[in-house]
């Protein structure tokens, strides 16, 4: 009986202590929205052909780190990314969020699938992706942006 007990705390313990961790660290909704709105600017800067917005959803020293690629960080390397990915045909890219994690009002890890669309609004890639995100003076700006293709 004293076994099974242990067993049953051994699996009960970890989970309460993770609710509780999950229910202090609730992302706001104002907050879920003005993430929302940033990641909406991403596609548009694509939509407009205009890297400025593409670069002011990133944090200063933000870091696009994708699968095959070193780290692409900073304003130039981002810069890099844009050009290249607009070449390739990107005009607009639709995030889904699935998930939040870590949030302490400065971070948040954000969780979630993504659609790509080329000039005539048709997929051209999906996958998958986690971005850190970090509360700047003007908004949540990606400070650390990974994904990859499915």
């Not at 202090?24 to 407009?48: C, M, W």
């Not at 890297?51 to 699968?67: E, K, N, R, V």
């Not at 810069?79 to 995030?95: C, D, E, I, Q, S």
Request: one cysteine or more.
């Amino acid at each position: 009986m004293k076994r099974q007990i242990k067993r049953i705390l051994l699996w009960v313990a970890p989970a309460m202590a993770f609710h509780s961790l999950e229910a202090q660290s609730k992302l706001p909704e104002a907050d879920v929205q003005a993430i929302t709105q940033t990641n909406k600017h991403y596609g548009e800067a694509f939509i407009r052909n205009d890297s400025s917005i593409f670069l002011d959803c990133y944090a200063p020293d933000g870091c696009i780190l994708m699968q095959g690629a070193p780290a692409l960080c900073g304003q130039k390397e981002l810069l890099l990314f844009y050009r290249g990915a607009y070449r390739t045909g990107m005009r607009n890219v639709v995030f889904t969020t699935a998930n939040w994690y870590g949030y302490d009002g400065q971070y948040v890890t954000e969780q979630g699938t993504y659609q790509q669309f080329d000039a005539g609004n048709n997929p051209i890639g999906t996958g998958k992706y986690l971005v850190i995100w970090q509360k700047l003076a003007r908004g949540w700006r990606m400070l650390r942006d990974m994904f990859n293709m499915d």
